[in-house]
């Protein structure tokens, strides 16, 4: 049996369609590979910077976390969920537009866990647990992007994490009808 032009033209286009979209799926995978390698070369490249960044970020969460104010806080608020401390335009672990609707945060709970979190328009998508208190400078190494990290550490450095600590307590005082 012949199947008439018209199906068989539908066929062979479909057929292409299948093929490009292989081709697609391939270079995608390629890039992939190629955006991952290229992370890990920076992060090789850039080890010193991204350790004092680290162990900055270390030794200032522990002093956070085990200060009588931050005690004072969890107690004070009855907080539900974790405290934020900082929020960047990542996703998946790379960089995103700033006013993209994908973002990444830190926070801590009063347990003294810290995470990494991806979050779209709001909404929860990947989370990655950096360890408990005192964190090991080498995970976040392994774990963060470099300019995350490097951001994190001068978020932290310039105070701009009390801007945002303000922001979250204000936050728990709105919806506390206060």
């Known amino acids: 049996?012949?199947?008439?032009?018209?199906?068989?033209?539908?066929?062979?286009?479909?057929?292409?369609?299948?093929?490009?979209?292989?081709?697609e799926i391939k270079e995608a995978?390629?890039?992939?590979?190629?955006?991952?390698?290229?992370?890990?070369?920076?992060?090789?490249?850039r080890r010193p910077e991204l350790l004092g960044c680290a162990k900055e970020i270390s030794d200032w969460l522990k002093n956070f976390y085990y200060s009588e104010d931050l005690?004072?806080?969890f107690i004070v608020l009855d907080l539900w969920s974790d405290l934020r401390i900082y929020c960047d335009s990542f996703w998946q672990g790379f960089p995103r537009p700033e006013y993209s609707y994908c973002y990444a945060t830190i926070a801590l709970n009063k347990n003294g866990q810290v995470f990494?979190?991806?979050r779209y328009k709001g909404m929860p998508c990947h989370e990655t647990e950096l360890g408990k208190i005192p964190l090991n400078p080498e995970v976040l190494i392994s774990k963060l992007h470099p300019d995350y990290l490097k951001n994190l550490a001068e978020h932290l450095r310039s105070g701009e994490v009390w801007d945002y600590i303000d922001g979250e307590v204000s936050v728990h005082l709105r919806n506390n009808g206060f």
């Open 71 to 73: 005690k004072q806080l």
């Open 1 to 23: 049996m012949k199947f008439p032009k018209k199906v068989t033209e539908k066929i062979e286009l479909i057929s292409k369609q299948n093929e490009k979209r292989k081709q």
């Open 29 to 45: 995978v390629l890039a992939a590979k190629k955006r991952n390698e290229d992370l890990e070369e920076s992060k090789k490249s």
């Open 116 to 118: 990494y979190r991806e």
